[in-house]
């Protein structure tokens, strides 16, 4: 099992920047990938970005496609989602996830059913 802790969430305005940050702690493995999802209130768990631990691939979804960007330091067993320009629609709760060792497809990693591991989310609030 591995133990996932955000942070980094706030309040800000329309147009600004904020980075998440997701500390990993526990049994991990290579083939694992690093997720952030997301939900609105009244709204589904959504896919944001996924990262492959190993080699560093990517997957965002095409709502934030350009202005958001997942990274990782191996060293520090840290993922990182870095949002710029963001909107009010942006607002929600973001969760990291660890899922199931890999490697899958592009759709598998977008599903929440694929994460066996959540942190406990961090809220982000754009006012217009």
């Known amino acids: 099992q591995v133990q996932l802790v955000e942070s980094g969430g706030g309040l800000v305005q329309a147009g600004d920047s904020l980075r998440l940050s997701c500390a990993a702690s526990g049994r991990t493995n290579s083939g694992v990938a690093m997720g952030w999802f997301r939900q609105a209130p009244g709204k589904e768990r959504e896919f944001v970005a996924v990262?492959?631990?190993?080699?560093?691939?990517?997957y965002y979804a095409d709502s934030v496609k350009g202005r958001f960007t997942i990274s990782r330091d191996n060293a520090r067993n840290t993922v990182y989602l870095q949002m710029n320009s963001l909107k009010p629609e942006d607002t929600a709760v973001y969760f990291c996830?660890?899922?199931?060792?890999?490697?899958?497809?592009?759709?598998?990693?977008?599903?929440?059913?694929?994460?066996?591991?959540w942190g406990q989310g961090t809220t982000v609030t754009v006012s217009s």
């Open positions: 990262i492959k631990w190993s080699y560093g691939t990517t």
């Open positions: 996830a660890a899922s199931k060792a890999g490697p899958y497809s592009v759709a598998a990693y977008q599903s929440r059913g694929l994460y066996d591991d």
